[in-house]
Protein backbone atom coordinates (compact mmCIF):
# COMPACT_ATOMS: atom_id res chain seq x y z
CA UNK A 1 0.00 0.00 0.00
CA UNK A 2 2.57 2.55 -0.64
CA UNK A 3 1.76 4.31 -3.34
CA UNK A 4 0.13 4.92 -0.08
CA UNK A 5 -1.84 8.45 1.14
CA UNK A 6 1.50 10.43 1.10
CA UNK A 7 0.67 13.50 2.56
CA UNK A 8 -3.35 13.20 1.84
CA UNK A 9 -5.61 11.84 4.54
CA UNK A 10 -7.02 8.92 2.39
CA UNK A 11 -6.18 5.64 4.14
CA UNK A 12 -10.38 5.26 4.41
CA UNK A 13 -9.68 5.11 0.22
CA UNK A 14 -6.87 2.52 0.63
CA UNK A 15 -9.26 0.23 2.95
CA UNK A 16 -11.70 0.65 0.58
CA UNK A 17 -10.38 -0.27 -2.86
CA UNK A 18 -8.46 -2.49 -0.60
CA UNK A 19 -11.27 -4.91 0.09
CA UNK A 20 -12.86 -4.51 -2.91
CA UNK A 21 -10.02 -5.96 -4.93
CA UNK A 22 -9.65 -8.60 -3.09
CA UNK A 23 -13.80 -9.06 -3.31
CA UNK A 24 -13.29 -8.57 -7.29
CA UNK A 25 -10.25 -11.67 -7.52
CA UNK A 26 -12.51 -13.76 -5.38
CA UNK A 27 -15.23 -13.69 -7.93
CA UNK A 28 -13.11 -12.95 -10.92
CA UNK A 29 -9.85 -15.03 -10.28
CA UNK A 30 -8.03 -11.53 -11.56
CA UNK A 31 -6.54 -8.99 -9.07
CA UNK A 32 -6.97 -5.83 -10.55
CA UNK A 33 -5.37 -2.55 -8.69
CA UNK A 34 -8.73 -0.34 -7.97
CA UNK A 35 -8.71 3.58 -7.96
CA UNK A 36 -8.32 5.14 -4.54
CA UNK A 37 -8.64 8.52 -6.25
CA UNK A 38 -11.64 8.23 -7.40
CA UNK A 39 -13.06 7.43 -4.43
CA UNK A 40 -11.07 10.88 -2.90
CA UNK A 41 -12.23 13.22 -5.85
CA UNK A 42 -15.65 11.81 -6.42
CA UNK A 43 -17.30 11.33 -2.63
CA UNK A 44 -16.19 14.55 -1.48
CA UNK A 45 -19.07 16.91 0.03
CA UNK A 46 -21.98 15.52 -1.77
CA UNK A 47 -21.26 11.89 -0.55
CA UNK A 48 -20.05 13.13 2.79
CA UNK A 49 -16.32 12.52 2.60
CA UNK A 50 -13.94 15.43 2.77
CA UNK A 51 -10.85 14.14 0.32
CA UNK A 52 -7.33 14.35 1.50
CA UNK A 53 -8.92 15.73 5.07
CA UNK A 54 -10.64 11.88 5.87
CA UNK A 55 -13.45 9.95 5.04
CA UNK A 56 -15.34 6.91 5.61
CA UNK A 57 -14.94 3.51 3.95
CA UNK A 58 -19.23 3.05 4.50
CA UNK A 59 -19.37 6.65 2.51
CA UNK A 60 -17.16 4.94 -0.52
CA UNK A 61 -19.10 2.06 -0.35
CA UNK A 62 -22.71 3.85 -0.61
CA UNK A 63 -21.16 5.89 -3.41
CA UNK A 64 -19.87 2.72 -5.20
CA UNK A 65 -23.41 1.22 -5.17
CA UNK A 66 -24.35 3.35 -7.54
CA UNK A 67 -20.80 4.34 -9.70
CA UNK A 68 -18.69 1.64 -10.99
CA UNK A 69 -14.65 1.84 -9.60
CA UNK A 70 -12.43 2.63 -12.19
CA UNK A 71 -8.93 0.80 -12.21
CA UNK A 72 -5.75 2.67 -10.76
CA UNK A 73 -4.27 2.52 -14.22
CA UNK A 74 -6.96 4.52 -15.41
CA UNK A 75 -7.33 6.87 -12.90
CA UNK A 76 -4.29 6.89 -11.07
CA UNK A 77 -3.34 8.38 -7.12
CA UNK A 78 -2.41 11.67 -7.38
CA UNK A 79 -2.54 12.45 -3.17
CA UNK A 80 -4.37 15.52 -3.29
CA UNK A 81 -8.07 16.22 -3.87
CA UNK A 82 -8.87 17.03 -7.54
CA UNK A 83 -12.25 17.72 -9.45
CA UNK A 84 -13.95 14.29 -10.15
CA UNK A 85 -12.77 12.63 -13.05
CA UNK A 86 -15.39 9.60 -13.42
CA UNK A 87 -15.79 7.83 -16.73
CA UNK A 88 -18.81 4.76 -16.58
CA UNK A 89 -17.63 3.28 -19.40
CA UNK A 90 -14.12 2.45 -17.57
CA UNK A 91 -15.77 1.04 -14.76
CA UNK A 92 -14.54 -2.55 -13.45
CA UNK A 93 -16.91 -2.81 -10.69
CA UNK A 94 -19.55 -1.98 -8.41
CA UNK A 95 -21.24 -2.83 -5.18
CA UNK A 96 -24.46 -4.73 -4.80
CA UNK A 97 -24.63 -5.05 -0.64
CA UNK A 98 -22.86 -3.01 1.84
CA UNK A 99 -22.68 -5.07 5.72
CA UNK A 100 -21.57 -4.01 8.87
CA UNK A 101 -19.58 -5.72 11.49
CA UNK A 102 -20.53 -5.57 15.30
CA UNK A 103 -17.63 -2.97 16.83
CA UNK A 104 -15.71 -5.02 19.46
CA UNK A 105 -17.23 -8.13 18.53
CA UNK A 106 -13.92 -10.06 17.41
CA UNK A 107 -16.23 -13.53 16.70
CA UNK A 108 -18.37 -11.59 14.07
CA UNK A 109 -15.33 -9.81 12.30
CA UNK A 110 -14.66 -13.74 12.00
CA UNK A 111 -17.11 -14.99 11.02
CA UNK A 112 -17.36 -11.84 8.33
CA UNK A 113 -14.11 -12.97 7.08
CA UNK A 114 -14.92 -16.46 6.56
CA UNK A 115 -17.66 -16.13 5.09
CA UNK A 116 -18.04 -13.44 3.00
CA UNK A 117 -14.30 -12.50 2.43
CA UNK A 118 -12.20 -9.00 2.36
CA UNK A 119 -13.00 -6.74 5.32
CA UNK A 120 -12.60 -2.64 5.14
CA UNK A 121 -11.41 -1.98 8.55
CA UNK A 122 -10.80 1.63 10.63
CA UNK A 123 -8.76 1.51 13.55
CA UNK A 124 -9.00 5.68 15.11
CA UNK A 125 -5.49 6.33 15.08
CA UNK A 126 -5.23 10.35 16.86
CA UNK A 127 -4.14 9.16 20.13
CA UNK A 128 -0.91 9.97 20.65
CA UNK A 129 0.70 6.84 21.19
CA UNK A 130 0.12 6.00 17.67
CA UNK A 131 1.45 9.50 16.23
CA UNK A 132 4.69 8.13 17.81
CA UNK A 133 4.85 4.36 17.70
CA UNK A 134 7.77 3.40 15.97
Known sequence: ????????GSCWAFSSTGALEGALARKSGKLISLSEQQLVDCTRTKHGNDGCNGG??????????????ESEADYPYQATDGPCRYNESLGVGSIRDIGNVTEGNETSLME???LVGPISVAID??????????
Open 1 to 8: MDEWAGNC
Open 56 to 69: YMYTAFKYLENNTI
Open 112 to 114: AVA
Open 125 to 134: ASALGFMFYR
